[in-house]
């Protein structure tokens, strides 16, 4: 059976402080998220933005995976799920272990202070085997940016106990300070950053599992199909996945192209409104799908 992640991001779109002091000038996050110069940016919004490309990476590595406290890739609109509730769900999927998704604060929160870094909690009593779970995160963690490394500290969090959630190991990441206005600006509102930390955490959760790692693939540069390679098929379910209208299943990512891969090729054309393309067999995917996939564009 697989290995299965909870893959937790902490409180809510709407929790009350859990953001940062107002920026004092507009930071790009990404090209669909800019913020403006005195808005503050929330935890949860960052949080969500890491835990969908963890999510990702996740399942190409073959690792099942569980979601509390988000649902999808909009992390405007969830509720501050309650932590015991996040705790009986995860006991309830029986998942295997548990990564919580946080960015740290210090401070009043009104305004920026030094304090820096990247860090771990465990639990101090009911930590299973999340020591060693949180070593390794933090090893891949600090491979990344540089950032002072703030170690591994126990803690009776929620979110790092075993016992209630059933499972071997939990930790609970804070990433960077969203007090700190550097790591605000460079890392929390940094969609760069985001990607970064999936794969580290990834990578630390693979090499704890003995699972290996399989990076993302680079666009293919040849017409994808059914006789492709299989990397290139993989490349295409995994991004067809995340195009295709919820209504739709999501495809298995094992580079076999299908009847689901086909049909899922075709519902995407229909929804870029290539209509003539309806009247094709959804058995190659040329140029401008590959680059419409790889941009993830859904209109
Ligand atoms: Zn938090």
Not at 82 to 89: D, F
């Amino acid at each position: 059976m697989a290995i299965k992640i909870n893959i937790d991001v902490g409180h809510g779109s709407n929790t009350a402080g859990k953001r940062t002091p107002p920026f004092p000038k507009k930071v790009k996050v990404n090209d669909k998220l800019t913020i403006k110069k005195g808005e503050q940016f929330r935890e949860h919004i960052a949080g969500v933005g890491v835990a969908f490309l963890l999510e990702n990476e996740l399942k190409r590595c073959g690792l099942e995976t569980l979601k509390t406290g988000w649902n999808d890739a909009n992390g405007f609109d969830d509720p501050d799920t309650p932590l015991n509730e996040r705790q009986g769900a995860i006991a309830k999927a029986k998942c295997d272990y548990s990564v919580s998704i946080h960015f740290n604060s210090y401070g009043d929160g009104k305004t920026f202070n030094s304090a820096e870094g990247v860090g771990i909690y465990i639990h101090d009593k009911y930590q299973g085997e999340s020591k060693k779970l949180a070593d390794l995160v933090l090893k891949h963690l600090a491979m990344g940016t540089k950032q002072k490394n703030r170690g591994i500290t126990p803690r009776a969090l929620a979110m790092c106990n075993c016992n209630k959630m059933k499972v071997k190991g939990a930790i609970l990441v804070e990433l960077a300070f969203m007090t700190n206005l550097r790591e605000a600006t460079e890392l929390m509102a940094s969609e760069k950053f985001w990607k970064e930390s999936a794969v580290e955490i990834a990578r630390g959760l693979c090499e704890y599992t003995g699972i290996k790692y399989v990076a993302e693939q680079t666009i293919p540069t040849k017409a994808i199909t059914p006789k492709s390679s299989k990397e290139d098929i993989r490349w295409l379910q995994e991004r067809l996945n995340k195009v295709i209208p919820s209504w739709l299943p999501k495809l298995k990512i094992d580079g076999d192209y299908g009847p689901k891969t086909r049909i899922a090729v075709l519902v995407y054309w229909d929804s870029l409104g290539w209509g003539s393309h309806m009247r094709d067999d959804g058995l190659k995917v040329g140029n401008s799908t590959r680059k419409a996939l790889a941009e993830g564009r859904t209109n």
